[in-house]
């Protein structure tokens, strides 16, 4: 089925929007049976040299277009985003939003409204950018009764910590790279002295318990004071700074804060670097979970935004949410598989060895990496090379090579390296 949709901010996330369906519109389709159709697209900017839709620079024309069903609010700020959104829910549409600052500072009226209205609310990407954070609470871990919320949920910041941290940057520079990569909000400022982060930890804490939430009673403490010294001695003493959200209830109180944390290199949350954020949820049931990814941007965002507009549509025209099936996967074959490997052996100590299994080596075309021998007093020594990427099939055929070489003692260890950066690729 079609769900036609205006769109009003054609700016970070809104640009996002339009991309992301230019490319995966016809793939949503297939997958989940619901065709987004972009109708206009709003913005005060003329972008009509930037999209092939209609556009216009008056909101009033996408709320009282009666053909639209769902309006995708990418403006930001208060006003007149707030009365866009109650405008539309009262005309019958649906609304899906990413603007977290209007949700928790003003959004009592919003969400009275949604109660009362035909259509539905959506805001998976006023949290958290591209993590399904609000689905997860809401459907995933819904037999769940939460008790705890800890997140980094502000790209920009923790952008900034990992800057100064890894590279010495200086807080202006790191943070000049953050808003030159879209991250940041218009204002940086609600984004370094924590509000936006509050906003999202605000939301999450009335889902997770059900609670109105209000920001006067939330403790809010940005980065703007933390110097490469803090993070310097907190490094030394094994912790790293971060811009955490928290939120548990104690005996019914809410605890809800936002400040820089010190937490050990250990802790999951320790190794989430640059743009990335992560929300830990702890269930009664399932204990912690936790959800990572780029939490803020605009293909990311609009990756959220674009999942609420097909949940809304699913639910209100009954689309069953079957699983869709193309055609059968063609398999990666062991000769394509390119992979880093481990490999131990233990073998006699004595000239000419390392130039015969290096030989094997050569003759699969398998680069080595690195080449540790031990000096151990025994028989056999254990020997340990790494590789550069190499052909599976090569390497199974060299293992075998190695292991007939009478010098070699037992097996041959072989494990793949998969070194997979901090962006999961
Ligand atoms: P941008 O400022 O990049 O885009 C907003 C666009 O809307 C601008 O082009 C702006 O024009 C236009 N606009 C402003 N007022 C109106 C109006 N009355 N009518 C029509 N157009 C208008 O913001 P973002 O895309 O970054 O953010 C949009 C929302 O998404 C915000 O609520 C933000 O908090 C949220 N968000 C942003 C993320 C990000 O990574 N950037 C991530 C998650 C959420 P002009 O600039 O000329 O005012
Ligand atoms: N400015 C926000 C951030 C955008 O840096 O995380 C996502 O809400």
Same mark, same amino acid.
């Given at each position: 089925?079609?769900?036609?949709?205006?769109?009003?901010?054609?700016?970070?996330?809104?640009?996002?929007?339009?991309?992301?369906?230019? @490319?995966?519109?016809? /793939?949503?389709? @297939?997958?989940?049976?619901?065709?987004?159709?972009?109708?206009?697209?709003?913005?005060?900017?003329?972008?009509?040299? @930037?999209?092939?839709?209609?556009?216009?620079?008056?909101?009033?024309?996408?709320? !009282?277009?009666?053909?639209? /069903?769902?309006?995708?609010?990418?403006?930001?700020?208060?006003?007149?985003?707030?009365?866009?959104?109650?405008?539309?829910?009262?005309?019958?549409?649906?609304?899906?939003?990413? !603007?977290?600052?209007?949700?928790?500072?003003?959004?009592?009226?919003?969400?009275?409204?949604?109660?009362?209205?035909?259509?539905?609310?959506?805001?998976?990407?006023?949290?958290?950018?591209?993590?399904?954070?609000?689905?997860?609470?809401?459907?995933?871990?819904?037999?769940?009764?939460?008790?705890?919320?800890?997140?980094?949920?502000?790209?920009?910041?923790?952008?900034?910590?990992?800057?100064?941290?890894?590279?010495?940057?200086?807080?202006?520079?790191?943070?000049?790279?953050?808003?030159?990569?879209?991250?940041?909000?218009?204002?940086?400022?609600?984004?370094?002295?924590?509000?936006?982060?509050?906003?999202?930890?605000?939301?999450?804490?009335?889902?997770?318990?059900?609670? =109105?939430?209000?920001?006067?009673?939330?403790?809010?403490?940005?980065?703007?004071?933390?110097?490469?010294?803090?993070?310097?001695?907190?490094?030394?003493?094994?912790?790293?700074?971060?811009?955490?959200?928290?939120?548990?209830?104690?005996?019914?109180?809410?605890?809800?804060?936002?400040?820089?944390?010190?937490?050990?290199?250990?802790?999951?949350?320790?190794?989430?670097?640059?743009?990335?954020?992560?929300?830990?949820?702890?269930?009664?049931?399932?204990?912690?979970?936790?959800?990572?990814?780029?939490?803020?941007?605009?293909?990311?965002?609009?990756?959220?935004?674009?999942?609420?507009?097909?949940?809304?549509?699913?639910?209100?025209?009954?689309?069953?949410?079957?699983?869709?099936?193309?055609?059968?996967?063609?398999?990666?074959?062991?000769?394509?598989?390119?992979?880093?490997?481990?490999?131990?052996?233990?073998?006699?100590? =004595?000239?000419?060895?390392?130039?015969?299994?290096?030989?094997?080596?050569?003759?699969?075309?398998?680069?080595?990496?690195?080449?540790?021998?031990?000096?151990?007093?025994?028989?056999?020594?254990?020997?340990?090379?790494?590789?550069?990427?190499?052909?599976?099939?090569?390497?199974?055929?060299?293992?075998?090579?190695?292991?007939?070489?009478?010098?070699?003692?037992?097996?041959?260890?072989?494990?793949?390296?998969?070194?997979?950066?901090?962006?999961?690729?």
């Amino acid at each position: 089925m079609k769900i036609r949709c205006g769109l009003i901010g054609f700016g970070t996330v809104g640009s996002g929007v339009y991309t992301l369906l230019q @490319k995966h519109r016809t /793939d949503i389709y @297939k997958k989940t049976g619901v065709d987004i159709e972009l109708v206009t697209i709003c913005d005060v900017r003329d972008i009509k040299d @930037k999209v092939n839709v209609p556009v216009t620079g008056s909101w009033q024309d996408v709320v !009282n277009d009666a053909s639209i /069903d769902v309006v995708i609010e990418l403006i930001g700020g208060i006003e007149p985003a707030k009365t866009i959104i109650l405008s539309a829910l009262n005309a019958g549409k649906s609304v899906v939003t990413a !603007n977290k600052k209007l949700l928790a500072e003003s959004g009592n009226d919003i969400f009275t409204a949604s109660q009362k209205a035909k259509g539905a609310l959506a805001f998976e990407a006023a949290i958290g950018g591209g993590i399904p954070c609000v689905a997860a609470l809401r459907n995933g871990l819904v037999g769940n009764a939460i008790q705890s919320v800890v997140g980094i949920l502000n790209g920009t910041t923790n952008y900034i910590l990992t800057r100064m941290a890894e590279d010495g940057m200086s807080f202006d520079e790191a943070l000049k790279l953050a808003q030159a990569k879209g991250y940041a909000e218009a204002d940086p400022t609600f984004d370094i002295e924590g509000f936006d982060a509050a906003h999202k930890i605000a939301l999450l804490s009335m889902l997770a318990y059900n609670v =109105r939430v209000s920001m006067q009673n939330i403790y809010i403490e940005g980065i703007t004071k933390i110097t490469s010294l803090d993070i310097k001695y907190a490094h030394e003493m094994g912790y790293t700074i971060k811009l955490l959200g928290v939120s548990r209830m104690v005996d019914d109180k809410l605890d809800i804060r936002l400040q820089p944390v010190m937490i050990p290199f250990t802790h999951p949350l320790a190794s989430v670097r640059n743009e990335f954020n992560a929300v830990m949820y702890n269930g009664d049931m399932t204990g912690a979970v936790t959800l990572y990814g780029k939490g803020a941007g605009s293909l990311p965002t609009a990756s959220a935004v674009v999942s609420d507009v097909v949940s809304i549509a699913q639910k209100q025209n009954g689309i069953k949410d079957s699983v869709y099936i193309a055609n059968d996967a063609q398999y990666l074959s062991s000769d394509d598989r390119m992979l880093r490997y481990y490999v131990r052996l233990h073998t006699e100590d =004595r000239a000419g060895i390392l130039s015969k299994i290096s030989g094997v080596f050569a003759s699969y075309n398998i680069s080595i990496a690195s080449v540790i021998q031990k000096e151990v007093n025994a028989p056999y020594v254990p020997l340990v090379i790494t590789t550069h990427a190499a052909r599976e099939a090569a390497m199974h055929k060299a293992k075998q090579d190695i292991e007939q070489f009478n010098f070699v003692n037992g097996q041959v260890m072989v494990i793949p390296i998969e070194d997979f950066n901090s962006t999961g690729e």
